[in-house]
């Protein structure tokens, strides 16, 4: 009998990814609301902060202030790919109820989610190029190759305890009150990080909680590739280990009491 | 030829918050059965799917699927499941939705058949948002089948579809139980439960109160309801020895529920009551359950 053949099987997982993955990034492709912004407002906010200074260089370097606004909108573009869009993504989708049907699928949850961040990464990527490009031919901004490969890894990776923290407000806030708890939590802790105006130019109080702030030494890592003055890379790098820690027990202890709440 | 169990639940209890929804079920589903589950709302029906798609854990109790716990990947492998509460990535096709889920099954059919047996052939190219409510179950279907399972469990299937959707759905149905396959559904209808399958499991308060075929159920649901006035007082006792289930009355109002109510009317009227506002309707399932319920309430009594 036909049936008996599937017994004790099951779908190979790196075909899964692949599917949910290119299933997500349809999606994500076919919201102009999600994807536009995304690429678009880094480039806006560099238009408006960096075009005038393109060509003064920063204070005690020979950084321009260009690059190094094109390194923290980079951040901006990455960070706000994953705790906005991500975020914000995973809470909508489990106001839609995709995750309760998934659950009673053989697809694992971690697949799913591993195809969330994918899907995130992959359009804060392209945001990233788009910066890029914008800031080459509008601003003049002129970096050797390995630099700007270098800012694009650091910018990648760097973002992970940045997926933990879009992750625990995905799992924790409702779908109506996440964009307002997103805003709440990420748009003070990026200007206090001075991912918009230099940290240099900001109260003596901000600067005195800005080391507290995950986007602080994200930022830190973006205007180190670039050449700028900044805290030691191995304070930056362990401070955003910590952080990583931090964030994702938080997600998973969020993640736990939303399948707990639905599923117990 | 081997009897495989497909499901099996054995004292299966289920407490939410302060109810308990299953209060200890047996149930055993062997391969290749059609099975409806049938009940009225908060029987408890949708609580027993979620334990045997190891959606809940049950609070006691053993439930397997395939021998297995039903969260193991391996028996998730041969369910297909459509749910009353759920969604998919609303701006996705459904030939593509229906290639994402085939993706999770290690011997999907293809994709084309599954639309087909949902009847969505038409619909192939259209986003999951827009579709009607109707075909929006019929792609739940699709999205069950299309792993090509061995069972499909199948909560409140028709709900919000429309008599056309219905028929083409019903006809998916017959034809992927034709090709050996178990099915498990619920469902309020008992004319449904009947037309689709061959053995149905009546539940009740969290408890099967009937397991048989759907010709013997039917035979033990009350048909009709009665319900008339009378100046005159009537007893249960002077219907005795006939088809009279929940006799009652409230002030002048007395109502019954009877399988047989012509003979019981003849009484009524050979002990020369005088009968005012006389109705005989179809009793809905809910008032059928409570005859089923009582009867069973007496035999465990």
């Known amino acids: 009998m036909s049936a008996v053949h599937a017994a004790f099987d099951s779908a190979p997982l790196p075909r899964m990814l692949w599917k949910q993955t290119q299933a997500q990034v349809v999606n994500s492709a076919r919201i102009p609301a999600f994807s536009l912004t995304t690429i678009l407002l880094p480039i806006m906010f560099f238009a408006f902060f960096g075009l005038s200074h393109t060509h003064e260089t920063l204070a005690g370097s020979r950084v321009s202030i260009g690059a190094y606004l094109m390194g923290s909108f980079g951040a901006y573009a990455v960070s706000s790919a994953m705790v906005f869009n991500f975020g914000i993504g995973v809470a909508v989708a489990r106001a839609q109820k995709l995750d309760l049907l998934q659950r009673a699928t053989p697809l694992p949850a971690s697949i799913a989610i591993a195809a969330t961040v994918i899907n995130a990464l992959l359009f804060a990527l392209i945001s990233l190029l788009a910066l890029f490009a914008f800031a080459i031919l509008a601003g003049g901004v002129h970096l050797p190759l390995a630099t700007w490969v270098d800012l694009t890894l650091r910018l990648l990776v760097g973002a992970i305890p940045l997926i933990g923290m879009g992750m625990a407000i995905g799992y924790a806030a409702g779908p109506n009150s996440a964009p307002a708890v997103t805003n709440l939590i990420y748009l003070p802790m990026s200007f206090a990080s001075g991912l918009f105006v230099p940290i240099a130019e900001l109260p003596q109080v901000v600067r005195n909680i800005a080391p507290y702030l995950p986007t602080y030494h994200y930022g830190q890592i973006a205007w180190n590739a670039i050449g700028a003055p900044t805290e030691s890379m191995e304070e930056a790098v362990l401070a955003l280990a910590l952080w990583t820690v931090i964030l994702f027990a938080l997600a998973i202890r969020f993640f736990r009491l939303d399948q707990t709440r639905k599923f117990a | 030829m081997v009897r495989v169990i497909a499901v099996q639940l054995d004292d299966v209890r289920k407490r939410l918050g302060t109810v308990e929804a299953v209060r200890g079920v047996d149930l055993t589903i062997e391969a290749g059965q059609v099975v409806a589950m049938l009940g009225p709302n908060g029987a408890g029906k949708t609580t027993c799917i979620s334990l045997m798609l190891g959606l809940r854990k049950p609070t006691s109790g053993q439930v397997s699927l395939f021998g297995m716990p039903p969260s193991d990947r391996r028996a998730r492998s041969r369910c297909g499941v459509m749910l009353q509460e759920s969604g998919v990535i609303p701006s996705l096709k459904v030939k593509e939705l229906v290639d994402l889920f085939r993706s999770y099954y290690p011997h999907p059919m293809k994709a084309a058949r599954a639309i087909d047996l949902a009847g969505l052939a038409e619909q192939a190219e259209v986003q999951s948002s827009k579709l009607s409510g109707g075909q929006r179950q019929r792609l ?162």
């Not at chain 2, 469902?187 to 499991?201: F, S």
């Not at chain 2, 319900?227 to 219907?239: G, I, N, Q, T, W």
């Open chain 2, 140 to 301: 739940y279907f699709a999205l069950a089948v299309c792993g090509d399972p061995e069972i499909i469990f199948l909560d409140e299937p028709t709900v919000g579809m429309d008599v056309e959707a219905r028929r083409a759905f019903l006809s998916g149905i017959h034809e992927f139980a034709a090709a050996g396959r178990t099915i498990m559904l619920t469902t309020h209808y008992l004319a449904e439960a009947d037309e689709l399958a061959e053995r149905i499991v009546v539940m009740n308060r969290g408890l099967v109160i009937a397991d048989a075929s759907p010709r013997e159920i039917k035979s033990r649901v009350a048909g009709k309801k009665v319900r008339f006035a009378s100046p005159r007082p009537l007893s249960e006792v002077d219907l005795d020895g006939l088809d009279v289930k929940s006799f009652e009355h409230d002030g002048r109002y007395y109502s019954f529920l009877s399988n047989a109510p012509e003979p019981v009317l003849q009484r009524i009227f050979q002990l020369g009551l005088e009968m005012t506002d006389l109705e005989v309707a179809g009793a809905d399932l809910e008032e059928a359950f409570v005859s089923l319920t009582s009867q069973h309430e007496e035999s465990v009594a």
